[in-house]
């Protein structure tokens, strides 16, 4: 199936750093958990001191015991608000992390493109970053937008621009930009039963070819090393379960990882090393939950977390995790996951640092020290910086 290319466009007015408190009004709208998120242990500060040395007869100042300095606090997490006028959706960072970039039109007679906040020093107004709206490679240096059935890319440095027939379907840039991934899938029947063909090229287009065909799925993602691609889909379009696995494409080898009927929303961590997915609705309630596999697929763990939520990898090792929120209460709240050892510790006080995303519309940003979300409150995009 020929996948639509779909561009949102919000206009909304210039933005303005914001100095009142977040205010939330939105409702909880998940289950109620079945057990409460455990309160955070609060270590003790040590309390030793040095000793005073023996005096000894002499001409010099006795020796006084020096104190030992507390131990440096950890900063506590600040929001703060980035746009203003219920701006913007889909917010995303640069790659330096030091703008927070979003699709805009901020005025009647201003250009529609992409626009930015600088977050270290904010301009009275958001700046245009690039007219071009399209798929961007990692370090948004090359920009795709549609033609019909074909992608012309763009190298925004150069100038240089090139188009490649994917037949109407979006490409995905591996990290290096060597290499572009689309996936081409049937138009008509079940979902979980048409056939999808994954395709890879050269990003100039060059040598495009079919790798591999799957039932039900598609692509999940590149591997940091532009090496690999993870997957989920069927091998059968009678199986039931689906398989999330890792395609090596410089030696065709295929690793499977996980199978299950409802295995949904892998995320790979940002050096490799993990893929986080959830399962849902399945036969056997226990299984439901979120759970992490080793990408070389010998370690897989269900966490043992009380509720279900939202999920993005802060680095290789740290899951970063919003529970779904209790009836009674107002504000979200973030937890580190560490993936080797499952524990996992919160963030975010709710108590002193409210907030609420709207319709899951949030991102960490490159450096692992940010998160930027849509306010379901006002619509405007906020900024929380981690601990």
């Known amino acids: 199936m020929n996948l639509a290319w779909l561009i949102l466009i919000t206009a909304c007015t210039a933005s303005s750093a914001a100095t009142q408190p977040l205010v939330v009004t939105n409702t909880p709208t998940r289950p109620t958990p079945t057990r409460p998120l455990p309160s955070p242990e609060v270590p003790s500060v040590p309390t030793s001191s040095l000793e005073t040395p023996t005096l000894t007869p002499s001409p010099q100042p006795p020796a006084t015991s020096t104190p030992i300095p507390s131990p440096t606090p950890t900063p506590a997490p600040a929001l703060r608000q980035l746009t203003a006028g219920g701006c913007c959706v889909q917010p995303t960072f640069s790659p330096d992390s030091r703008q927070v970039l979003f699709i805009d039109k901020p005025s009647p007679d201003a250009a529609v493109g992409v626009y930015g906040v600088n977050i270290a020093n904010p301009q009275p107004a958001p700046v245009l970053i690039s007219p071009a709206i399209g798929f961007w490679n990692f370090d948004r240096t090359i920009v795709a937008v549609p033609e019909g059935n ?188 560490n993936a080797p050892s499952g524990q996992f510790q919160p963030l975010t006080d709710p108590t002193t640092l409210s907030f609420s995303i709207s319709n899951g519309d949030w991102e960490i940003s490159p450096d692992g020290r940010q998160v930027v979300f849509v306010n379901s409150a006002d619509q405007n995009i906020w900024l929380i910086t981690l601990p």
């Open 150 to 337: 074909l992608a012309r890319f763009t190298h925004q440095v150069t100038g240089q621009s090139w188009t490649v027939n994917t037949g109407g379907n979006w490409p995905s840039f591996s990290p290096d930009s060597s290499q572009i991934v689309w996936v081409a899938t049937d138009r008509e029947g079940p979902y979980d039963r048409r056939q999808s063909d994954v395709w890879l090229a050269n990003l100039d287009g060059s040598n495009a070819r079919i790798i591999l065909s799957i039932y039900g799925g598609g692509l999940t993602g590149w591997f940091p090393d532009s090496q690999r691609i993870l997957l989920t889909g069927r091998d059968d379009p009678n199986e039931e379960k689906q398989t999330l696995f890792v395609y090596d494409l410089v030696n065709e080898r295929r690793t499977n990882l996980f199978s299950h009927k409802r295995l949904r929303g892998g995320e790979i961590s940002t050096g490799g090393s993990w893929i986080a997915f959830f399962i849902s609705f399945a036969d056997e309630p226990t299984e439901n939950g979120l759970w992490l596999v080793s990408a070389a697929g010998t370690t897989q763990q269900q966490l043992d977390i009380p509720r279900f939520g939202a999920y993005a990898w802060r680095n290789d090792d740290t899951l970063l995790y919003i529970p779904m929120r209790a009836p009674d209460e107002t504000s979200m709240q973030l937890w580190a996951i």
